[in-house]
């Protein structure tokens, strides 16, 4: 599956943005979906997993309550509304996919490292300025 993300650019803090990451191929609906992000000198963390269907979600406590990942199937589609934006939320976006149909997705290492992903996006930068 080839990934292509959208949707980045600058906004002040506060405010809010909308990534899209559009994937190409008939098979979307086997992938578990992920956006991760990584700012200059640090590594590449995730932001939001979400399974095959939509009906599961994960998000590390840095995010939670101001990013929403959903996903469209019909439209090979995953987003990632983003709120309240942060300075520190200023980084590049990736959207990442793993082939799996897991029920439930959680907080461990198989859904939250860039390591469990065999399948990325170019990245879109997110810049939040103070």
């Known amino acids: 599956v080839q990934l292509q993300a959208s949707g980045g650019g600058l906004v002040q803090a506060g405010g809010s943005l909308r990534l899209s990451c559009r994937a190409s191929?008939?098979?979307?609906?086997?992938?578990?979906m992920a956006w991760f992000r990584q700012a200059p000198g640090k590594e590449r963390d995730v932001v939001a997993t979400?399974?095959?269907?939509?009906?599961?979600?994960f998000y590390p406590d840095s995010v939670k309550g101001r990013f929403t990942i959903s996903r469209d199937n019909a439209k090979n589609t995953v987003y990632l509304q983003m709120i309240s934006l942060r300075p520190e939320d200023t980084a590049v976006y990736y959207c990442?996919?793993?082939?799996?149909?897991?029920?439930?997705?959680?907080?461990?290492?198989?859904?939250?490292?860039?390591?469990?992903?065999?399948?990325w996006g170019q990245g879109t930068q997110v810049t939040v300025s103070s």
């Open positions: 990442a996919a793993k082939r799996q149909m897991a029920a439930t997705i959680d907080g461990g290492p198989d859904y939250t490292s860039s390591r469990g992903y065999a399948y």
């Open positions: 979400i399974n095959w269907n939509g009906g599961s979600t």
């Open positions: 191929g008939s098979s979307f609906s086997r992938f578990a």
